[in-house]
């Protein structure tokens, strides 16, 4: 049935109801994130997870080794400083999208 051959209120009624609907659905598509941020985001999950238990026997490693004296204290900071910007790097981004309102 064509909407033109409706009365004006009925006519009237059928837009309303199609635009409620057309406004609705475009929300629901732009709740849907982007192919690349849902893979970039993945990547960092899958990052964080590996680098986990890496960073926490690497940490007991180089404690062992400055108990012994045999690092120097300067890697075992830059070690430490690395590890907290690998898992920090996600708010550091987030602050540096703010800063600039990116």
Same mark, same amino acid.
């Given at each position: 049935m064509v909407l033109?051959? +409706?009365?004006?209120? $009925? +006519? +009237? @009624?059928?837009?309303? =109801?199609?635009?409620? =609907? &057309? %406004? &609705? @659905?475009?929300?629901v598509v732009f709740a849907q994130a982007s192919p690349v941020l849902t893979g970039a985001e993945s990547l960092q999950t899958n990052i964080? $997870? #590996?680098?986990t238990p890496i960073a926490v026997i690497? %940490?007991? %490693?180089?404690? !062992?080794? $400055?108990m012994a004296?045999? /690092?120097? #204290?300067?890697w !075992? /900071?830059? $070690? /430490? !400083?690395g590890i907290g910007l690998a898992f920090g790097a996600p708010q550091i981004v987030a #602050?540096? +999208?703010d800063m600039f309102a990116v």
């Open positions: 033109g051959n +409706r009365p004006d209120s $009925a +006519r +009237r @009624a059928a837009q309303t =109801l199609l635009l409620t =609907l &057309c %406004v &609705c @659905a475009s929300s964080l $997870a #590996w680098l690497f %940490v007991m %490693v180089l404690g !062992v080794l $400055a004296n045999q /690092i120097s #204290w300067g !075992v /900071i830059g $070690a /430490i !400083v #602050w540096v +999208r």
